[in-house]
C-alpha cells in the first residue's frame, strides 16, 4: 500500500455527532512489529459507539479524541512491519482490540484487564471505522477461509461473552437466565448451551429474537415491559425451584428486581449490561439482606482481555452460529444512519460496517 496516502475514516472529533464526519485522513504507518490491516467488515458496538455520538467527555472515561472509532474488525493484511514474524500480506486476520500498558501494578500482577492506562482501538487509539488500520502484531489473529469477514468482526463480541461465561463458573446440571435477546444475550445464551448448564433459559420483549434462541436449544420467555407478573409466571413454570445464574445483558432496574428473586440460595447474578447512569435505583434492604443470608453473590464484568483465542476457536470451529445475528449492513459514508437503525430498530441485532465499498 505504499501508493496509498490517503484513506476514507469515521473520526471524531470530540464527542458528540456534531463532532463526527466521515472524511479523508491519512493513512496509517506501519511501525516495527505492527501490520496495516485492510479493514473489510466493522461492527457496530451499540453502547460504544452511541458513547462517542453522545456529548459529555466526562460519561467516557476511555475515550480519548480525536480518535476513529471501531474495535470490532476484520480485513486483510496489507502491509507488514520490520520484526513481524508468522504473518503476510495477503493473511486474513482479525485483531484484539485491548491494549494494556504491561508496566502498571494490575498488569505487574496479571490483570491486564484491570489496566491503569488501557488502551482500546476505537476508544483512545484509531480503529476499524476506516479503509486501513495499524495494529502491533502480538494482537492478531489468522481466520479461516470458511469464516466470512463479517462474522469475523464479530469476534470482540465473542470474547467479551467469553470471558462473563468463565467469571460465570457454571457447574454441572444448573439453570442459567439470560436476560436480554440482544446480540451479547444470544451470544452468552449460545455459550451457555455448550457449557456445563443443564437449562439455559432467555427472556426479551421480541419474539422474533426469541425464536432464533429456540433454534439453538434455549427455553424462552417473552416478557411484558409493562407487566413483570408475565415472566415471572412463565419462569416459575420452567424453574419452578428457581435459578443458578443470572446473567443480565438487558439493565432494566424493574427486570432485575423481578429475577432476583428467582435466585436460589448460592446463586449468581451477573450484570453484564450497563444502567443508563441517570437512572434512579431503588435497592430495598431485603434485596441485600437476601445476598447477605442465601449466600448468593453479585458479580459484575465489563470487557475482555485475553479471551481472544477462545472466541477465535469458538467461530471457527462452528459451536457459534454466527450468520442469522447480522441484520444489517452499511457503507461507511452512511454509518450514521447505520448508528440510529441500530439504536432505534428493535429487529436489529449486528449492524456491520464495510469501509471498503466494493
Sequence with gaps: MADVREMKALVYRKAGRRFGEVTMVPCPVCGDGQVVIKVMACGICKW???????????????????????????????????????????????ADNTVPCGGCYQCQRGNTLYCEHFGSL????????????????????????????????????????VHAIKAADIR??????????????????????????????AIDIEPGKLALLEKYGVKTVLASPADTAVHEKALEALAPHGVDLVIDTAGVW??????????????KYMQYGSFHARETLDITTDMLNDIHFKEQRFIGVSAQTNC??????????GKLDLKPLITHRFPLDRYFEALDVNRDDPTAIKVVIFPDEA
Design 48 to 94: 460504544c459507539e452511541l458513547s462517542h455520538d453522545t456529548p459529555g467527555e466526562s460519561e467516557k472515561p476511555l475515550s480519548r479524541y480525536p480518535v476513529i472509532p471501531g474495535h470490532e474488525f476484520a480485513g486483510v493484511i496489507a502491509e507488514v512491519g520490520r520484526d513481524v514474524r508468522g504473518y503476510a500480506v495477503g493473511d486474513r486476520v482479525t
Design 122 to 161: 476505537g476508544n483512545n487509539i484509531n480503529g476499524g471505522f476506516a479503509q486501513y488500520v495499524a495494529v502491533d502484531a502480538a494482537h492478531l489473529f489468522k481466520i479461516p477461509d470458511h469464516v466470512s469477514f463479517e462474522e469475523a468482526s464479530m469476534t470482540e463480541a465473542v470474547a467479551c461473552c
Design 172 to 201: 454441572l446440571g444448573q439453570t442459567v437466565v439470560v436476560l436480554g435477546a440482544g446480540l451479547q444475550g444470544i451470544l452468552l445464551s449460545q455459550l451457555a448451551v455448550h457449557s456445563n448448564a443443564l437449562e439455559t433459559i
Design 254 to 267: 424493574p427486570m432485575m428486581k423481578s429475577l432476583f428473586k428467582f435466585l436460589k440460595k448460592g446463586g
Design 308 to 317: 481472544f483465542p477462545e472466541a477465535v476457536d469458538y467461530i471457527s470451529g
